[in-house]
């Protein structure tokens, strides 16, 4: 397979000066913690009535991207090219 050539993209200087991320391994209780991208404070209310309408068989399956796309179109009033 024949490999693809990639444009080289330029990196600012005080980027390339950056120290890497190091997650703190204590000390991290009652902090969001966005580096392991989990939510500390819990569903809404909202989420949670959303929840217990579904059947442990819809909560256990991804949804069809298509009919995802579609209600996202619909319930932020853009056009579905748009929101893709």
Not at 41 to 55: D, F, I, K, Q, Y
Not at 64 to 71: G, I, L, N, P, S
Request: glycine share 4%; net charge positive.
């Amino acid at each position: 397979m024949k490999k693809m050539k990639l444009p080289k993209i330029p990196v600012r200087r005080a980027v390339l000066a950056m120290a890497p991320y190091d997650a703190p391994e204590e000390g991290r209780a009652r902090k969001l913690r966005l580096d392991f991208n989990e939510n500390t404070v819990g569903c809404s209310p909202t989420v949670l009535r959303a929840l217990s309408r579904m059947t442990a068989e819809q909560i256990a399956i991804y949804p069809e991207y298509q009919a995802t796309t579609r209600r996202l179109a619909v319930s932020s009033a853009c056009g579905r090219r748009k929101c893709i």
